[in-house]
């Protein structure tokens, strides 16, 4: 069990602690900080060009098939009225 220092206030603990006992910042040990970067598996550029560019232009695409679809439905149910009368 090795003594590191707080990424926060510098205090010297354990590196199996959840959270500091001078400041209270959770994640304070290597071990704990390990298993939270771990959860956190996006992050950074590749999140930022998904979020800004990915998202909307699928938005976009959906939105589009969605005007098509509707439009040439609407079409057909003219076609089909004029073929039935």
Do not use: H
Request: charged share 20%; glycine share 8%.
């Amino acid at each position: 069990m090795a003594l590191i220092k707080c990424k926060e206030c510098a205090t010297e603990i354990s590196e199996n602690v959840d959270s500091c006992p001078r400041c209270g910042i959770i994640g304070a040990g290597r071990k704990s900080r390990v298993s939270l970067d771990s959860l956190n598996v996006v992050s950074g550029t590749p999140t930022i060009v998904f979020g800004t560019i990915v998202i909307p232009a699928a938005g976009a695409a959906l939105a589009w098939f969605t005007f098509v679809y509707y439009k040439n439905s609407q079409e057909y149910e003219k076609l089909r009225a004029l073929a039935i009368d």
